[in-house]
């Protein structure tokens, strides 16, 4: 009976102990939490993440984040949802990518300008003419040739989901421009890019890089003739208020990508995961058919609507494009990337 005692006791004694662990949770793997946690994330978990652009409220790109998150929110019944910083508010876009890669920041829209810093095969979008449509450019977006820039962001913490733009670049000045010889000298605002500023000089501009928020006084005031400009910021910004001279030459397609951190992106479901690049794949699709909009709407409109007093077409541009050949042919040379994606885009021109 003593040993029999003893047994019950420590049978006791054993479901004591295992109640107590299954009440305080003993014994099961930590919760991940909605801003990280364990690895592999399950499909039952809340998921916000963070999305910073510098483009305003108005732009095609917070709308495009806006239509993310509404099919995000709409697809996992209101699981995830994306945070968005517009305008800049979380630094320029060297403070974006610094904070996607340490992962205070879970997305990002970055110009395809930016990331050339990083990677010279992202000069391939800065290239000239290399399109001459939205739906070319959308076709290229998809291709393995674009999604293969991504993998050049080897010193970067980024996974790239995809692209969008703010539509093709203009030049507006407050003067007329339809030559090459009207080019000799301009005073032309730019970003600093090294592409873009290889093609301003190769037709003997004097490219003025300068922030989009100073080019509005500088037009006015005459520190600058012209700006080298995407079609949906010539219209946001009211440029045309003091510059009245359009040439939409086309000679660039401003482009963007949709990065997200690559941990965070490793950290997911592949259900969570999928629902991402479905949101993205809808996204990238409308954002360029509502800048192509835009875009018909001003050169439909220009006059009535945006006070711009004349439109112009390059009479040499043939000659033009002849005469920055050497800037394409120096650029291919830095990256195998950018000659891929020019073959594929002329193939998709061809078609």
């Known amino acids: ?44 978990e809340s998921l916000t993440l963070k999305v910073a652009y510098i483009t305003k409220e108005n732009s095609a790109w917070h709308l495009a984040g806006e239509r993310m998150d509404s099919i995000l929110k709409e697809k996992s019944n209101g699981r995830i949802s994306l945070e968005l910083y517009p305008g800049g508010q979380l630094g320029n876009e060297t403070d974006m990518m610094q904070q996607i890669n340490t992962g205070s920041v879970d997305m990002g829209f970055i110009t395809a300008a930016q990331l050339s810093s990083s990677s010279a095969a992202f000069g391939a979008w800065l290239l000239p003419f290399v399109i001459d449509s939205h739906q070319q450019a959308y076709e290229l977006m998809q291709s393995d040739e674009a999604k293969a820039l991504f993998d050049t962001l080897t010193n970067d913490n980024v996974h790239g989901l995809g692209y969008m733009t703010s539509g093709f670049r203009y030049m507006l000045s407050t003067k007329p421009i339809e030559s090459m010889e009207q080019l000799k000298g301009l005073k032309l605002r730019t970003t600093p890019s090294p592409t873009i500023l290889d093609y301003w000089t190769a037709l003997q501009a004097s490219p003025t890089p ?9 037009m006015q005031t005459g520190v600058i003739d012209a700006v080298d400009i995407d079609s949906e910021s010539l219209v946001n910004e009211k440029l045309s208020e003091v510059a009245k001279h359009l040439t939409p030459d086309k000679h660039m397609y401003w482009a963007s990508a949709i990065l997200i951190n690559k941990d965070r992106w490793n950290s997911l479901s592949e259900e969570d995961k999928k629902l991402i690049e479905e949101a993205v794949a809808t996204a990238m699709k409308e954002n360029i058919e509502y800048v192509e909009t835009i875009e018909a709407d001003l050169l439909a409109n220009y006059q009535e609507k945006y006070g711009i007093t004349n439109i112009y077409e390059l009479k040499d541009k043939e000659q033009l494009i002849q005469q920055v050949q050497p800037v394409i042919d120096t650029w291919v040379q830095k990256a195998p990337e950018i000659g891929n ?11």
């Open 1 to 44: 009976m003593k040993k029999s005692g003893k047994m019950m006791g420590v049978i006791t004694s054993g479901l004591l102990l295992s109640m107590l662990l299954t009440a305080c949770g003993g014994g099961a793997a930590p919760a991940a939490s909605s801003q990280g946690g364990t690895a592999g994330e399950t499909a039952e």
């Open 210 to 218: 300068m922030p989009l928020t100073e080019v509005y006084t500088s």
């Open 341 to 351: 994606f020019l073959e594929k885009a002329k193939q998709i021109a061809a078609e």
